[in-house]
C-alpha cells in the first residue's frame, strides 16, 4: 500500500515522541499536531490496517519494523536537509525545519545522498586538544 504524505509524518511524529516521551497514544500525536482527535483516530486505524503501527490494548501506539523504517527515513532527511539549509545556504533554523518538513517527502534519492554527502565533507574538523 502506498503510504501519503500525511502518514509519513504520522510515522515520523510517533518516533519523535517516542524518543521523547516512551509510550505514546493518539491523543500525544493530536496534540503535537495540533489536530483533532478524531482526525488522529481515523488516520491510527489507516496506519494499522496497513501494518505500520499496532495499538495495544491499553491504547499505546507502537511502530512496525515497515512503520519505524519509513518514519526513520523521514526523520533523517528532515534532519540533514534542514541543517544543510542552515549551515550551506544560511536559511534561518526556523524556515530551514518548515521547509525540511515539506521537501523530505517529494526529494529524489540522488539529490538526499549529496546533501548527504556534502554536509560529511563540510563536517568541521575537531578541535585538537593541546598536548600535555
Known amino acids: 500500500m502506498k503510504i501519503y504524505e500525511s502518514g509519513e509524518n504520522y ?6 515522541l517516542q524518543n521523547e516521551k516512551g509510550n505514546v497514544r493518539s491523543i500525544d500525536v493530536a496534540a503535537e499536531l495540533n489536530f483533532s482527535k478524531p482526525s488522529i483516530s481515523r488516520a491510527m486505524g489507516i496506519l494499522k490496517n496497513a501494518g ?3 495499538i495495544d490494548k491499553i491504547g499505546n501506539i507502537h511502530l512496525t519494523e ?9 526523520y533523517e532527511r528532515h534532519q540533514m ?3 544543510f539549509f542552515v549551515e550551506a545556504l544560511g536559511v534561518s533554523r526556523d524556515v530551514a525545519i518548515q521547509d525540511a518538513c515539506r ?13 548527504k554527502n556534502w ?12 598536548e600535555k
Open 81 to 83: 536537509i534542514s541543517r
Open 119 to 130: 554536509l560529511q565533507d563540510n563536517e568541521p574538523s575537531p578541535k585538537k586538544q593541546p
Open 11 to 16: 510515522l515520523e511524529t510517533i518516533l519523535i
Open 66 to 74: 515497515s512503520g519505524r523504517k519509513i518514519a526513520e527515513e523521514m
Open 52 to 54: 505500520y503501527i499496532n
Open 103 to 115: 521537501i523530505e517527502h517529494v526529494i529524489s534519492t540522488e539529490s538526499f545522498a549529496q546533501i
